[in-house]
């Protein structure tokens, strides 16, 4: 079946530009997931819906970085005045439902900002 | 082109042998743990996961032991091929809704 994907898979911004990245979810999964990925080093949690429900923001790195799931599935993430340090790969991921269940990971979006 | 995982450690193992991948994990309070498996461009994989009322788990070649005295987690590859060489990441959950990643192993597989 069709697993979570995520678009675009590569984007390029300068600085200062505003990014929205997209997350499709398995269908039918519940909970979702935003993690950033800096260069050789492990996912790291950013924020964390359940249905519409945003229940953590306690990763985003600051008021520049926005996330939304307005109908409970499709997400976006938006970095407003993108800097140089926002460049990472962002993940998403879903699960059936609450945190214990396997988290299923699309393949991220690469952000550099030039 | 990529230059992933600079600064990760590594291991690397000739094809039909058996690898070992050790993660050491901080929070005692950890009831979960996943090993992720990351190929170059893609995006995490689950292999095997553990709860904290467990010692030894074992899937499909794979086994997972906790130690949860030293707080210690490993992997374990049995007869290793090509298409394992890839980077592996342990991950703890608190019981909440966060996998929080440990910095990863770089495993090459040598023909």
């Known amino acids: 079946g069709a697993g979570v994907s995520q678009s675009p898979r590569y984007k390029v911004a300068k600085r200062g530009q505003d990014v929205a990245l997209r997350c499709d979810p398995i269908?039918?999964?519940?909970?979702l997931f935003w993690y950033q990925q800096a260069l050789g080093q492990g996912p790291e949690f950013l924020t964390y819906?359940?249905?519409?429900?945003?229940?953590?923001k306690s990763g985003l790195p600051s008021d520049r970085f926005f996330a939304e799931r307005p109908e409970g599935s499709v997400s976006t993430l938006k970095i407003q005045r993108t800097q140089q340090e926002d460049s990472a790969v962002y993940l998403c991921?879903?699960?059936?439902?609450?945190?214990?269940?396997?988290?299923?990971f699309g393949p991220g979006t690469r952000l550099t900002v030039t | 082109g990529e230059s992933v995982g600079l600064h990760l450690p590594t291991l690397s193992v000739q094809e039909g042998d058996n690898s070992i991948i050790n993660c050491a994990y901080s929070?005692?309070?950890?009831?979960?743990f996943i090993w992720y498996k990351q190929e170059s461009g893609k995006g995490p994989q689950f292999i095997i996961d553990?709860?904290?009322?467990?010692d030894k788990r074992q899937g499909q070649r794979v086994t997972v032991l906790l130690n949860k005295t030293v707080k210690h987690l490993s992997l374990q590859i049995a007869a290793t091929q090509p298409g394992d060489s890839a980077v592996y990441f342990c991950?703890?959950?608190?019981?909440?809704?966060?996998?929080?990643f440990g910095t990863g192993t770089r495993l090459t597989i040598i023909p």
């Open positions: 819906f359940q249905n519409e429900a945003q229940l953590d």
């Open positions: 991950a703890e959950n608190f019981g909440n809704e966060k996998l929080t």
């Open positions: 553990i709860r904290s009322n467990m």
């Open positions: 929070n005692s309070a950890s009831d979960y």
């Open positions: 269908s039918g999964h519940v909970s």
């Open positions: 991921a879903s699960s059936v439902a609450g945190p214990s269940y396997e988290q299923y």
